[in-house]
Each structure stands twice: as C-alpha cells, then as structure tokens.
C-alpha cells in the first residue's frame, strides 16, 4: 500500500525533471534565433527572416514565442518610419490568416494584431483587408466573443454603408444566436452548481448526524469503562493482600537456599579448577580456527582484489569466458557506435604546463568520460595521449546504443565548457576537444598474452575517427548513419559532403 502511495509522488517527480530540462533548452534556441536575426543588417530582411520564424512558431501554437519574433520584426524598422512598422504588421496579419486561422488562440492574437493597426492606420489601408479577414474569422469561429469584437471593428472602421447594412442584415442574427447559445451554458453552468452544492449540503448532514450517534456511543462506552475501573480497584486491594503473605514465604525459602549454598559451595571450588581448564583448551582452540578464518579472508579478499583489476580491464562477460575458457572468441557486431575525442593544440599546451599538472588534467578529464561511459552504458575502449575511445552496443548489443553514445558525447562537451571557464578563472589555458562519431559494423575481441586488452577494429572505427579529426571544436560531430538512425530525437546541421583522406567525399552532421 505504502508503495502504490509512492507512485503518483514519483511520477509528478519525473514529469517535473522533464519539464526542468527541457526548459532551458527551448529557452537557448529561442535566444539562439535571436542572436542569429542580429547578425542581419537589412531591415527588410531581418523582418523577414523574423516573420518568417514567429509563423513557424504560430503553426505549433506557442503564441508567447511567435510574439517576441514579430515584436523584433517591427522594432527593426519602426526606427525607419512609422509607416514601414504598419506595412510590417499588415505583413504578419496577412501570414497568420493564411496559415493558422482555424486555431482559436491565433484568432485572437489576430484580432489584437487588428487593433493595433487600427490606432496607427489613418489613411485606412485595412478596409479592404478587414472585410477578407471578417469572412474568414467568421466561418472558422464560433465564440460568441470573438465575433462581436470583430463586428465592432469592422462597423468602427469600414466606410462602405452597403456592407455595414449587409452585415447587419446576414451576421446580427448569428452573432444574437451565439451569445443566446453562450448564455443557456452559463445558465445550465449554473444550474449544475447548484445541484452540486444542494448534494454536498445533504452529505453534511449525513455526517453530522453520524457523527451525533458516534457521541452518544460514546458517552455509554465512557459509563462502561467507570465501571471496569471500580472493579480493577477492588481487585488490586486484594492482590495486595496476597503478595504480603508471599512475601513471608519467599524470606523462609532464602534462609533455607543460604544453607544450601555453603554446603555445595566446596563442592563448587572442585568443578572450577575443572572447568577452568576445559576453557583454556577452547581459548586455544579458538585462536588456531580463528587464524585459520583470517588466511581464508585474506586469500578471499585477494581473489576479489584480482577479479576487480580483471573486470577494470575487460567487461564482465568477456572476463568470465577468459577464466572458464582461458581466451576469448572473436565476435562481429553489426550496429555499434564508436566514439572517438581529442583535444585541439594539445601539443602546444603540453609546452606550456608540467607533466605532472598534465597528467593531473587528462586524469580529471579521462575520469569523468568513464563516469559518463558507465552512466550511459557504454564500454570504454582505450586512451591514447590525449585520445579517448569508447563504443555502444558491445559486448552486448542495445537498441538504444547510438543515442546513449551521443547524449554521451554531449555531456563530454558540456563538462568541458563548465571545466574550461573554472580554469580560465585560474588563468590555466583552455582544453577544447572535438568529438566524432559512426555507427556500423565491427569485430571486437581480446589481443595479447602478458598485458593483453579488449579492443575493436572494421572499417566503422576508421570512419569514427575521421569524423574525430574533421569535427568541429565544442562541438558533436556525426556520420549520416548515425544521424539518420537520429533524426527522431535530435536536429542536425548538414556540413555537406567532407574530403577525406582515403574515403572520399563523406556527409557530416552536427547536433544543433
């Protein structure tokens, strides 16, 4: 029971992480557009540009945004004219009729959007434009609200008395019938209040007259219980009575066990120089079982010590076939992800700092790559210099290796943006890495004999460590394979196809 309570706790949890990360990450991209639009110098095309995403983002329905995007467009080139700030809006009201009319949020973002080009527009360049947008609001709405602001508008701002008589004559009618419709709603709203509230009445008076019979069972349980403890009392007095004349024979029977005693107590003297005896023979007996314990824990512990470094070396199952079998068969996987990083100028900043404080930062970095490796479920390879490799999806294949490889990556590069601004604070120079990554087939197994390790090689590792050296510093760089394997969770930035150097022209990608 204690559980199943747990459960919704838990999950209201989880929804509230999920909605934590996201946040931040919608958040970024909407900046991350914004810092794109300023690197425009044309107004008009800025305006575009801007327009152009605030509809993108009206189709999804995520007003908020689609407003910071048109607000941008016309602050760009109401520093030009009034005027061109008008003919910016009647841009982003025409975009919006054409796309998303049907959604009643939009609608009335429109109808704002109309009474603000009304305030500024005095040589009435919208009277055409409202009555189109009149009829395609009004076949698509049917609150009551909407059409009567719209009604307003149109009949404040149209000079044609042909279509304001028109209007009245086929719209007054429908535009009556809505706010009748809207107004029964309310009323049966509050007819169904009403009943709710006449129905909880009649349950609390259920429960105060419950609660009445509960007082009065009461009140006879109380006169009950006065009774049971008048009877406890006299019983007590009695007891008393009893233990006094017990008492009396309990001191008889210890001056008869006193006697007793001193006569066995000779008796007794004999029986613990025996016994005495008997126990240092244990004691010593104990001493030899308990060193025979510590060899069997120690010889324990070190079998447990060898097993952990084999285990340091080489995944699980590949170590247990080794011990049963004393070597390991070669296997071929055909969907594993190989990852390949290093870091850029690493040769130049090795010049400029000691080898032990080098040692000490490929350390930091190399570790927290193995916590992430052992987080994501991914077997870490080898290291060479600088050099970090892993792979998904081996020793044992996962349908979900390819993501779990590039979160991985992702989380490499985010440590080391955090890592870098802590050591530019120490005035330490930067470590940027580049990050490749390829999904294929491989064969994995073990190589060696005195130090031997569990390694990987096929065609897949070579395209991995070419998409390595020809990535992009900071960021994840990614095959077509991989990437389509993708498509799904993550968006991609195409790089076009890449000379390499033994391969050809090959498509990159990296994640946006």
């Not at 909605?19 to 300023?38: A, G």
Request: glycine share 4%.
């Amino acid at each position: 029971m204690k559980m199943q309570q747990k459960y919704p706790s838990v999950l209201l949890l989880l929804i509230g992480l999920i909605f934590f990360y996201q946040l931040p990450v919608q958040s970024q991209s909407t900046t991350k557009q914004l810092e794109e639009l300023k690197q425009i110098n044309s107004p008009s095309a800025y305006a575009k540009k801007a327009i152009k995403i605030g509809i993108e983002y009206l189709r999804k329905n995520e007003i908020t945004k689609s407003d910071i995007f048109f607000d941008a467009a016309e602050e760009k080139v109401r520093k030009q004219s009034k005027s061109a700030a008008q003919s910016i809006r009647l841009e982003i009201l025409d975009e919006s009729v054409n796309c998303c009319i049907q959604m009643a949020s939009i609608r009335k973002l429109m109808l704002g959007k109309i009474e603000e080009i009304i305030k500024d527009d005095k040589k009435k360049v919208l009277g055409g434009k409202l009555k189109n947008i009149f009829e395609s609001i009004n076949q698509s709405s049917s609150d009551p609200t909407q059409l009567a602001t719209l009604y307003r508008l149109v009949e404040n701002y149209t000079d044609d008395q042909d279509y304001l008589r028109w209007l009245k004559a086929n719209n007054g009618a429908n535009l009556a019938r809505s706010q009748l419709e809207s107004e029964k709603k309310a009323i049966a709203k509050s007819l169904n209040q009403a009943e709710r509230e006449k129905q909880n009445l009649s349950t609390t008076l259920k429960l105060n007259e419950e609660q009445l019979q509960s007082l009065e069972s009461a009140s006879d349980s109380m006169n009950t219980l006065i009774s049971l403890r008048d009877q406890q009392l006299r019983e007590l007095k009695f007891e008393r009575q009893i233990d006094s004349f017990e008492q009396a024979h309990q001191e008889l029977l210890i001056s008869q066990k006193e006697e007793i005693i001193d006569i066995k107590d000779a008796s007794n003297r004999r029986m613990m120089y025996a016994i005495i005896g008997t126990i240092i023979a244990l004691i010593l007996m104990a001493l030899s079982l308990l060193k025979s314990i510590q060899i069997n824990k120690q010889l324990n512990e070190e079998k447990a010590h060898s097993e952990e470094l084999l285990l340091n070396i080489l995944p699980a199952n590949i170590a247990e076939e080794i011990k049963a079998n004393g070597k390991v068969n070669t296997r071929e996987y055909e969907n594993s992800t190989v990852l390949f990083s290093d870091f850029l100028g690493f040769s130049q900043i090795a010049k400029k700092v000691s080898a032990a404080e080098l040692v000490d930062d490929l350390n930091t970095c190399f570790t927290a790559f193995d916590k992430m490796a052992e987080k994501y479920g991914v077997e870490k390879i080898k290291t060479i210099g600088d050099a970090y490799m892993c792979i998904g999806g081996i020793p044992e294949p996962h349908e979900n290796s390819a993501l779990n490889v590039v979160k991985m990556g992702i989380e490499m590069q985010s440590f080391l943006e955090q890592w870098n601004q802590e050591r530019e604070i120490e005035g330490k120079p930067a470590l940027h890495a580049r990050i490749g990554i390829h999904t294929g087939k491989v064969a994995a197994g073990v190589v060696g004999f005195n130090k031997f390790c569990y390694d990987v090689w096929g065609d897949t590792v070579n395209v991995a460590s070419r998409m390595e050296s020809n990535g992009i510093v900071n960021k994840v760089n990614l095959s077509e394979t991989t990437a389509r394997l993708l498509q799904d969770q993550y968006q991609f930035h195409s790089r076009g196809e890449i000379e390499i150097k033994n391969m050809g022209a090959v498509r990159m990608y990296y994640i946006i």
